[in-house]
Structure formats: structure tokens, C-alpha cells
């Protein structure tokens, strides 16, 4: 079983900043590309930011310069950093993972896992 757990979202206001950390656990062998979409109520998902195992990121325009992705891959955890925040950045933000899950029986799959989500809200 493998499990995507979300942290630091919260109220901030605008200018300010929030730091968003996602959490991979379970059985997991290696993960690939990790990441953070966001996704406003009735709206697709869309993507914020990735990171690949290689440290490799790519960036929405929408926060380029202001956000920065980031992993540490010996705690299967990726960050968000997210500064200069402004009202429409308010919006719940979802944590993906493309993770190598080891089975019992020592083969392993791929599959993609997101995070609960969690809210940021940009607010004076």
C-alpha cells in the first residue's frame, strides 16, 4: 500500500508566502516524476509545477518565478515553495506522484497516486 499525504497550506496574504510538502509511504520501489497541480471547484486540474527523479522541473507560466519545486528523494518528498503569492494562487493544491510500487512477490508496477489536497487561500 503506498500513500500520498499533503501538508502547509493555510491563509496567507498576498505578497506572502507558503511552503506545501507532499509525503510518499508505503511499499515503494522508486518514484518517478513527482508534482502539484491545483484545481479550482467545477474546473479541470491543472498543473503547477513537476520535478523528475533527475531533479529536472517545469513550471505553469502562471507561477514561474514565484514557485519553486523542489525533492528530496532519500525522504520520497517533494516541496513547494510558494512566494509572492497572490489572491487568484487561492485554490486547493493536489500532490502527484508516479511511483514504482514493490509487491510482496518482488515484481513491481507503476502507478500514479494523488494526495488528499489541500487549501491555500491568498487573503488580506
Known amino acids: 500500500q503506498v500513500r500520498v499525504v499533503e501538508s502547509g497550506g493555510g491563509l496567507v496574504q498576498p505578497g506572502g508566502s507558503l511552503r506545501l510538502s507532499c509525503v510518499a509511504s508505503g511499499s515503494i520501489f522508486n518514484i518517478h516524476t513527482m508534482g502539484w497541480y491545483r484545481q479550482d471547484p467545477g474546473k479541470e486540474r491543472d498543473l503547477v509545477a513537476t520535478i523528475d527523479s533527475g531533479g529536472l522541473a517545469e513550471y505553469a507560466d502562471s507561477v514561474k518565478g514565484r514557485f519553486t519545486i523542489s525533492r528530496d528523494n532519500a525522504k520520497n518528498t517533494v516541496y513547494l515553495q510558494m512566494n509572492s503569492l497572490k489572491p487568484e494562487d487561492t485554490v486547493v493544491y493536489y500532490c502527484?506522484?508516479?511511483?514504482?510500487?514493490?509487491?510482496?512477490?518482488?515484481?513491481?508496477?507503476?502507478?500514479?497516486?494523488w494526495g488528499q489536497g489541500t487549501q491555500v487561500t491568498v487573503s488580506s
Open positions: 502527484n506522484a508516479s511511483i514504482q510500487v514493490l509487491t510482496t512477490r518482488g515484481t513491481s508496477y507503476e502507478h500514479t497516486y
